[in-house]
Every structure is written in structure tokens, then in C-alpha cells.
């Protein structure tokens, strides 16, 4: 069954493509277009800081936020999209907009840009032959024998998200990057990281 009417030939599908595409582009754009003020992150951390405060209750979550990093773009709204419906959703919805966020959507949007930004700071920070050490790592394990498949699997999958991150660290707005670079320290202390 054709569901394409006769009309509608090639040049038309093509425009059609095209302009598609323009309005995908535009709304990425759009998404951060507007720039990470001081104000906006210290909201952010601020609310990080309440959420460890209430660690009993968001255990789960500030365990996901730290360890689902496969996607840069998404690292904290991927995992608050989880508790949707719960009754933990809703006590951080009242938490975020009384931080000045207008619901959690915009403001794990805001954690997202801010996370992928620090994430890629930190990648940057690596030594250049990072990527090539991490690939030369991988052939070693490969080659192991005393090495399981199953933990052969576990290593590859490891370092393809590492080499994947390392990847989207490089698409990640410089203007994010610069941003974030004097709250540093408050993010570590938000998040309890320590750099090695």
C-alpha cells in the first residue's frame, strides 16, 4: 500500500527533507542558545546541595546521576525521567522551583549542559594520547586469555562509552565550558567528587 499520494514526487520529499532537517537544527540551536549565566549555575549547585541534604530521599537518584555518563548530552535527564510518577519526582519538582527553575525538565536541561561541560573540561585534561592509550589497553585485553569473555565485554563496553564521551566532549559548546570553569569547585563539593 502506497501511503505517498501521486503528487508528491521526489523534489518534493527532498524539500520536504530539507526543511525538516532546518528545523531540527534550529531547535538543537535553540536549546543552547541561551547561555549558562552565574546566577543559573549556582541555582543549580544550590539545588545539588539540597538534594544530598536529603540523600535518604534521593539516594537513587544522586547514584544514577553519578554513574549513567554514556550520553553527554542527556547524563541528568535520562535519569530523573525515571522517577517520573514517583513521589520522589514531585518533591524535587518542589525543590527545583523553589531554586528558581520553572520545573524539572529545565532544570535537568540546565544540569545536562552543565555536566556535559564539566565532564568535557575534565576529558580535555587528560593527557593527548589518552584515546590511543585506552585503545592499546583494549587490545591488550583482548589478547588476554586469562581474562573471561564476559569480563572482556564489561572492559570493551567501558572503554567504547569512555572513547564515546571523549567523542561528544569535543561537540560540547566552549561557551559551557568557559561558564562553568569558576564553579568547579562548588560542583565537586555539590557532588562529593574527588579528582584523582
Known amino acids: 500500500m502506497n501511503i505517498i499520494p501521486p503528487h508528491f514526487h521526489y523534489s518534493h520529499a527532498r524539500q520536504l527533507s530539507v526543511v525538516l532537517a532546518l528545523i531540527l ?33 534521593f539516594e537513587e537518584l544522586v547514584d544514577q546521576q553519578n554513574t549513567r555518563a554514556s550520553d553527554l548530552s542527556r547524563i541528568l535527564s535520562s ?37 556535559g561541560a564539566w565532564i568535557a573540561l575534565e576529558i580535555s585534561n587528560q593527557s593527548p594520547k589518552f584515546r590511543e592509550e585506552m585503545e592499546n589497553m583494549l587490545a591488550e585485553v583482548e589478547k588476554n586469555p586469562h581474562i573471561t569473555a564476559e569480563q572482556k565485554a564489561l572492559m570493551r563496553d567501558s572503554v567504547k562509552t569512555s572513547l564515546s564521551q571523549m567523542q561528544q566532549a569535543t561537540e560540547i559548546p566552549s561557551a559551557d565550558i568557559e561558564a562553568i570553569k569558576p564553579h568547579l569547585q562548588a560542583l565537586r563539593t555539590a557532588t562529593d567528587y574527588e579528582e584523582d
Open 25 to 57: 537544527s534550529l531547535m538543537s540551536f535553540s536549546a543552547h542558545a541561551e547561555k549558562l549565566t552565574d546566577n543559573t549555575i549556582r541555582a543549580f549547585i544550590t539545588t545539588l546541595e539540597k538534594v544530598q541534604a536529603m540523600e535518604s530521599e
Open 79 to 115: 535519569s530523573i525521567a525515571e522517577f517520573e510518577g514517583e513521589e520522589v519526582y514531585d518533591r524535587l519538582e518542589n525543590l527545583v522551583q523553589d531554586n528558581g527553575f520553572s520545573d524539572i525538565s529545565e532544570w535537568a536541561a540546565t544540569g545536562d549542559r552543565i555536566y
